[in-house]
């Protein structure tokens, strides 16, 4: 096997999404933008997505990296709007662009037609994720969007098996096809809720951070398979156990939490990058297979159907919205007042992605009589176009209609004074607690140390209070932030000794080692408090 293309793949797709941060263009849009011009490069191998590798693959840790890092507490806060959308919403698209396309294309199946509506229905996780950071969508909104996209493809993925069934020949009923839907969507949640637990329990008990990220990198893998293995939903398994160990993840030392943040925030960056690269690169694939169908006739098709699919998910955004609203005066009590322009956001990004088009290359050749699947070639073809015309279309429009209707993004004076409360009253418990720890004899501890312990824990509580004071009039910085950069900089006068007395020899490498390890823990400590902190 030949692993330079996949070598060159990555590394080239790292550096464009790298580059991207320098233009005003979103990562996802810049990579599938290079990826259409690199499909005809001469040179530039043939890479096609492969069902069986990008939903068993991929799709398990770009799902895991996104639930762990998604609030628990506030997808369940948002689980009636999630609910809708994640599997009403799917649901509804799959049989209105099913049927739109079954009234379009002449001599298209139904069954074949929805197999087209399922594909093209769920929203993409890394998508919405993506240009949900970059845009800075009120924190309400993203969260249903997130919410969202984790559970979407798994509607999907079940709906799409179940009209595949009934395309093929397989004699599938519509009570059979909702009974299966139905097992492998409770199959997948109960399969994460087994599993969640015994992991969590591994991930505490394990006593190397090395070994206990190595059970991080394997859990959503062993999620999926497992539940896949029972022919339920992997998607729902993977997420279950994801938001389970992310809301429980401070039960987990440190070290692990500190190595586990920068593998997995690595591992997200080549996986969405590779698979964004990877959209565009199926030009040549999509439009040698179109066949008997000719390229303005396919094009008008595929109009329609972008088409379809924008219309569709606003068809079902603004009801879905309101209408619960207006018949529950429990919804109207428990839930805040949505305003007219959440439902505008929410309809509009729905960009499609990975998923559709690796569901659609899962598409079978032929049917079980051995005649050829119809229009599968047109079906390939439709899914790239509404991938592409959603990322750019919809991914390039959407900060401008963020902008254009003055969304109020995130108040980081308010989340800054939310952040000084919370630090002042564990400032408060951890002081009681030294000064009760103190009292013993066992911590005895000479005066100096002390003193130590408590300005340490005197910094914390200032630091954050510092951020809504004034700033030094010479560089704009806070004192706390000015506090961040000189200890920073010691450190690096400190390694730079250490690197010397190593060179003399006065010290070995594994000591040399040792001490840089001490002091990046604490620059690392530096980097996250300044990276976490809100700025306005």
């Not at 770009?62 to 948002?78: E, G, I, K």
């Not at 070639?377 to 509404?386: A, C, G, H, R």
């Not at 952040?419 to 002042?424: C, G, N, V």
């Not at 910094?459 to 932030?481: F, K, M, Q």
Request: with cysteine; proline share 6%.
């Amino acid at each position: 096997m030949d692993a330079l293309p996949l070598v060159a793949l990555v590394a080239a797709s790292a550096a464009i999404a790298g580059a991207a941060r320098r233009t005003p263009v979103p990562a996802p849009l810049l990579l599938v933008a290079v990826g259409l011009l690199a499909s005809y490069l001469p040179g530039v191998p043939a890479y096609t997505l492969d069902a069986h590798i990008v939903l068993p693959l991929l799709l398990p840790p770009l799902l895991y990296t996104a639930a762990v890092d998604s609030s628990y507490l506030d997808l369940r806060a948002n689980a009636r709007p999630i609910a809708l959308l994640s599997v009403g919403y799917v649901l509804f698209a799959t049989f209105a662009v099913g049927w739109l396309a079954y009234w379009l294309v002449p001599d298209l199946p139904l069954t074949a037609a929805l197999v087209l509506g399922a594909v093209v229905a769920p929203p993409d996780a890394v998508t919405a994720a993506a240009i949900a950071r970059r845009v800075g969508l009120p924190s309400r909104v993203t969260t249903i969007l997130q919410g969202e996209s984790l559970v979407n493809d798994a509607t999907a993925i079940t709906a799409y098996k179940v009209v595949l069934a009934a395309a093929v020949g397989e004699g599938v009923s519509w009570g059979a096809g909702i009974g299966e839907f139905l097992l492998a969507a409770g199959g997948g949640v109960g399969v994460g809720l087994v599993l969640m637990v015994p992991l969590h329990w591994l991930r505490t008990h394990l006593k190397e951070a090395l070994l206990q990220n190595t059970l991080s990198l394997l859990i959503p893998f062993v999620a999926y398979a497992a539940a896949e293995r029972v022919h339920a939903s992997g998607v729902l398994a993977v997420v279950v156990v994801a938001l389970y160990l992310g809301h429980r993840s401070w039960q987990v030392d440190f070290a692990t939490r500190l190595q586990e943040a920068a593998v997995w925030k690595m591992v997200a960056f080549i996986l969405e990058s590779a698979v964004f690269a990877l959209i565009g690169l199926q030009l040549p694939f999509v439009l040698k297979g179109l066949g008997t169908y000719a390229v303005m006739e396919s094009l008008r098709y595929a109009v329609a159907v972008f088409l379809a699919v924008v219309v569709v998910r606003f068809i079902w955004v603004y009801p879905a919205t309101y209408l619960p609203r207006w018949l529950s005066r429990r919804i109207r009590e428990r839930e805040t007042e949505t305003d007219s322009t959440s439902p505008l956001i929410v309809g509009w990004a729905g960009m499609r992605g990975v998923v559709s088009l690796a569901i659609a290359f899962s598409i079978p050749v032929a049917m079980t009589n051995g005649e050829d699947f119809p229009a599968r070639n047109l079906v390939l073809f439709l899914t790239f176009t509404t991938v592409i015309g959603t990322l750019v279309v919809q991914g390039l429009t959407l900060p401008l209609l963020v902008r254009v209707l003055k969304l109020p993004g995130r108040d980081a004076q308010a989340e800054t004074l939310a952040e000084a409360q919370a630090q002042s009253e564990a400032s408060a418990a951890a002081d009681a607690r030294l000064e009760e720890l103190l009292t013993d004899p066992r911590n005895c501890l000479p005066g100096p140390l002390t003193d130590r312990l408590r300005t340490v824990l005197e910094r914390r509580r200032n630091a954050v209070w510092e951020r809504l004071g004034a700033a030094n009039p010479v560089t704009g910085e806070s004192a706390d932030d000015t506090y961040r950069r000189l200890a920073r900089e010691m450190i690096d006068a400190e390694r730079t000794v250490f690197v010397r007395l190593r060179d003399e020899r006065r010290i070995d490498d594994e000591m040399m080692r040792t001490l840089l390890r001490r002091l990046d823990l604490e620059e690392a400590a530096a980097y996250r408090e300044d990276s976490d902190a809100p700025h306005g």
